[in-house]
């Protein structure tokens, strides 16, 4: 009897939290390097309003790291996500990179469109997808928009849109220590604590495969975790009022660690150059 053909797994995800090395150890960009192989890794460019030299600045930075075979995506105008000239972009595709700029015009301008759907087929099939800054926070299936930097959470401050849905049961904020992003966190965690917050540092990115995420590069992962929240302020008090909620948990991951989305639980490990 013929073994049963499997359903292939999702690809892996590397979600970074911007300005990822490009120069020096690159040890990012050398994960996604080993995710791409020798194929045609895609630069989608989609989240910024003047794209010109984001391609430019890749091709140098992966030019010693084996893949050789860059291909800018970009859509002008909505429209454009559904013309054959963006969909062969993929064809052949190792990977999809989404680059920095802002994430409501990656959602807005391929958010259910045939383009959107080939790359989220893609992804099912196993096709690696990473992203840095707004290409890390449009992965979450609900992302974080905007909101205020280093301070307490105000209620009403914070602005929240649907993402791509590569990640599901999270959201993702990025630049996170370098810009006091934790308030802002806590804060949409508050807003539904089914969500595990997830905050990652610039030159730091979480690959994330089989519902595990290892930490890269050389800052930290926050995740928080709402779960058990006893008490929360988020839907009595008055807008501009500061955010109260007790018994949140809250992880941090360095080089190495993972982080179980599943079982909700940290794991010490290995650096990945170790690995």
């Not at 209620?155 to 220590?177: K, W, Y």
């Amino acid at each position: 009897m013929a073994d049963e053909q499997q359903d292939p797994c999702p690809g892996p995800l590397l979600i970074i939290g911007g300005h990822e090395d490009k120069d020096g150890e690159r040890a990012i960009l050398k994960a996604l390097a080993r995710l791409v192989g020798e194929r045609r890794l895609v630069i989608a460019t989609v989240a910024s309003h003047e794209p010109d030299g984001y391609l430019e600045a890749y091709q140098d930075a992966f030019r010693d790291l084996g893949v050789t075979d860059l291909v800018e995506l970009y859509v002008e105008e909505r429209g454009d996500s559904a013309r054959d000239e963006a969909l062969r972009k993929l064809d052949g595709a190792g990977g999809v990179f989404f680059t920095g700029g802002d994430q409501l015009r990656i959602s807005s301008q391929i958010g259910d469109t045939p383009l959107e759907r080939r790359i989220l087929e893609l992804h099912a099939q196993g096709l690696p997808i990473a992203g840095t800054s707004a290409g890390a926070a449009v992965m979450s299936e609900t992302m974080l928009v905007k909101g205020p930097n280093a301070t307490s959470y105000r209620i009403g401050e914070l602005h929240m849109a649907p993402g791509l849905g590569l990640m599901r049961d999270v959201i993702i904020d990025q630049h996170f220590a370098e810009r006091g992003r934790y308030g802002r966190l806590l804060g949409a965690v508050a807003h539904n604590p089914r969500l595990l917050g997830v905050g990652i540092d610039e030159n730091t990115a979480l690959l994330v495969e089989n519902g595990c995420g290892t930490v890269l590069g050389e800052g930290a992962v926050y995740v928080v975790d709402g779960h058990g929240a006893s008490h929360s302020n988020i839907a009595e008090e008055e807008a501009e009022r500061a955010l109260s909620i007790f018994d949140v948990r809250m992880h941090v991951l360095s080089s190495g660690d993972e982080f179980d989305f599943e079982r909700r639980r940290p794991k010490s490990g290995k650096h990945w150059d170790d690995r």
